[in-house]
């Protein structure tokens, strides 16, 4: 998938889990550090996010993995 349809779904996912039609992630930015999302809001996010891409995420604390950091979700996504 390419970077920029990555950002796509991350933006569709992030609109969806803080029911804000405007948000938008910025790369470089840490969703749960920045304020972006909180804890609860960050599962709903990662679950639809999985739901856009096919994409599975691992069930070991993703927040220590740094699946919030916008751009190690661009390369996950992006990966084949």
């Known amino acids: 998938m390419e ?3 990555a950002m796509d779904h991350i933006n569709a996912a ?5 029911k804000d039609p405007q948000a ?7 969703l749960i550090a ?6 609860l809001d960050g599962l709903v996010f990662l679950m639809e996010l ?3 891409t096919g994409k599975e995420f ?4 993703p927040q220590e993995q740094d699946f919030f950091k916008v751009d190690k ?6 990966a084949d």
């Open 14 to 18: 992030l609109r969806t889990a803080i």
């Open 73 to 78: 979700l661009v390369e996950y996504i992006s």
């Open 24 to 30: 938008s992630a910025k790369p470089g930015s840490d």
């Open 50 to 52: 999985s739901a856009l």
């Open 34 to 39: 920045d304020g972006v999302l909180d804890s």
């Open 3 to 5: 970077k920029s349809k």
């Open 58 to 61: 691992p069930e070991k604390d």
